[in-house]
């Protein structure tokens, strides 16, 4: 143990750090290994800030700060221009809301507070970027999906997608009905797997069902087949959706 670990024991800094984290809203917050100030000035200005969030506190017991997860690594890949997923982007939007939170709490309580410069400083750091959150509300929904509506042509596609589908599986039902009937299925059920509607074939009647075997079950005693008559449908979904 060095010098400055050992007086650190003895100042018993690591229980006033749990129990200051004890306290803390935030995982970032709970982790931080927060040292003594090194000089005295420092000292100073650490007690004044302390000093002025006391004193806001007792202007107003109601005033807090929303707790937000780890956004470092978020924000390092957008400052290396990364493109982000839905979900990354609903993330950066915790992030908004928590900050605008606190600059309207201060403006609240803060005129009734005199001689706040320390946290003034703090609070001038918090960019505004409320003009961000109308457009990635239309765009994406809470868990950061693309809303069908986020634009005219997607939702055009989302529609076609969806009658696509339809169409396709009641297709696929009067078929498989049909097969079910000459026996060459095991049930009357369809599959949906990678992408595309199958069909699972008994292996004995595989040649009676027209179409593309794609695999089949682990005892080989089934074919999933895609029926020629769906392909046409299969293909046209998987173009939608790349398309969306």
């Given at each position: ?47 004044e800030e302390t000093d002025e969030g006391l004193r806001l506190l007792e202007k107003s017991s109601w005033l807090w700060l929303s707790a937000v997860g ?30 605008s939170t606190s600059r309207e709490a201060f403006s609240a309580v803060g005129t009734a507070c005199e001689n706040l410069p320390r946290l003034s400083i703090r609070l001038s750091a918090l960019t505004d970027l409320n003009h961000l959150l109308p457009p990635i509300d239309r765009a994406l929904d ?103």
């Amino acid at each position: 143990m060095d010098l400055v670990d050992k007086s650190l024991a003895e100042l018993e800094w690591p229980q006033l750090l749990a129990r200051y984290a004890a306290h803390c809203q935030s995982e970032p917050a709970r982790a931080r290994e927060i040292l003594p100030a090194e000089t005295q000035s420092e000292a100073e200005t650490l007690l004044e800030e302390t000093d002025e969030g006391l004193r806001l506190l007792e202007k107003s017991s109601w005033l807090w700060l929303s707790a937000v997860g780890a956004m470092e690594p978020l924000l390092e890949r957008i400052r290396l221009g990364a493109v982000l997923s839905g979900a990354e982007i609903r993330e950066t939007t915790r992030l908004i809301h928590s900050s605008s939170t606190s600059r309207e709490a201060f403006s609240a309580v803060g005129t009734a507070c005199e001689n706040l410069p320390r946290l003034s400083i703090r609070l001038s750091a918090l960019t505004d970027l409320n003009h961000l959150l109308p457009p990635i509300d239309r765009a994406l929904d809470e868990t950061g999906h693309v809303k069908d509506n986020a634009s005219p042509a997607l939702s055009s596609l989302r529609a076609e997608e969806r009658r696509l589908h339809a169409e396709t599986r009641e297709k696929l039902e009067a078929l498989v009905q049909g097969a079910f009937r000459e026996g060459w299925l095991r049930d009357r059920i369809w599959d949906f797997r990678d992408g595309r509607y199958l069909v699972p074939v008994r292996s004995d009647s595989r040649s009676r069902v027209p179409g593309a075997a794609v695999e089949s079950s682990s005892s080989k005693a089934t074919v999933f087949v895609e029926p020629a008559a769906i392909r046409v449908h299969n293909d046209r979904i998987r173009q939608v959706q790349v398309d969306i």
